[in-house]
Every structure is written in structure tokens, then in C-alpha cells.
């Protein structure tokens, strides 16, 4: 019984879908994703709620809420040519929308996965 179990437990397992953004995407943390904007490699895309990003934000990012209607949309009228950092508030939605952004075909994708929150309790600079 427990060798039928995880014999379908491996087929349930390796009948789902592979993580769309493993290979492209980049966890990287604030110290890393800082020396990325200072360099203006990236576009930086915040993907926290109007409110949120309206309390404070990376300086040049642009906001579309990944919560938001039309999300994928919006993000492709973005240029797709550049590489984009990507980030929340605590690292949630910017890693859902990981698949979104590979998809839609960016050359690199950097997730700052420890989030805006993080990004703020490192004295990072914040535009209000």
C-alpha cells in the first residue's frame, strides 16, 4: 500500500506543470536589487496596490497591481526589451507574477523577494 501511494504520488507530482519563471527569473536580495536601479539596468515594477505605492516607492518604479484588472496587459505595454525588477510589499505577488513576466518575454527578470518592506527597514531611498 505505501509503495502504491508514492508511486502515485510521484505521477501526481511529475504531471504538473513546470515553474514557469525558474530558469529566467533571479531572486535577489534589497543590497543587490539597490545596485540594479543605481545602475539603470532595470525597469523597476512594483506590483503592490495604488495605496501602497502612493505611501512611498523605488524611485522611477512603475505601478501596476498584480491584483489589479488587466495585469498582464498593462505589463506589456511596458518595454520587454529591458530587463525588469520585480517587487511587493513582502515578496507574495511580485513571485506569483513571475510566470506573467517570463511569458510576456522580458530578457531578465529580477525578483526582490524579501519585498518593499524590507527595501524600507534598510534605509533604502524612498520617494514619497
Same mark, same amino acid.
Given at each position: 500500500?505505501?509503495?502504491? #501511494? ?9 504531471? =504538473?506543470?513546470? =515553474? *514557469? *519563471? *525558474? ?18 539596468? &532595470?525597469?523597476? =515594477?512594483? &506590483?503592490?496596490?495604488?495605496?501602497? /505605492?502612493?505611501?512611498? %516607492? #523605488?524611485?522611477?518604479? &512603475?505601478? #501596476? ?20 525588477? &520585480? %517587487? ?15 511569458? =510576456?518575454? /522580458?530578457?531578465? #527578470?529580477? %525578483?526582490?523577494?524579501?519585498? /518593499? ?12
Amino acid at each position: 500500500m505505501k509503495k502504491l #501511494i508514492s508511486l502515485l504520488s510521484v505521477l501526481a507530482l511529475s504531471s =504538473l506543470p513546470p =515553474l *514557469a *519563471a *525558474a530558469d529566467k527569473a533571479k531572486d535577489v536580495p534589497v543590497s543587490e536589487a539597490e545596485k540594479l536601479v543605481k545602475e539603470g539596468r &532595470v525597469l523597476v =515594477l512594483d &506590483v503592490r496596490t495604488p495605496d501602497e /505605492f502612493k505611501a512611498g %516607492h #523605488i524611485q522611477g518604479a &512603475v505601478n #501596476i497591481d498584480f491584483n489589479g484588472k488587466d495585469f498582464a496587459a498593462k505589463v506589456k505595454a511596458l518595454d520587454t526589451s529591458k530587463p525588469v525588477l &520585480v %517587487h511587493c510589499q513582502g515578496g507574495g505577488r511580485s513571485g506569483r507574477s513571475l510566470p506573467v513576466l517570463e511569458q =510576456l518575454g /522580458f530578457p531578465a #527578470i529580477y %525578483h526582490m523577494n524579501e519585498g /518593499f518592506g524590507e527595501w524600507e527597514a534598510a534605509g533604502k531611498p524612498v520617494k514619497k
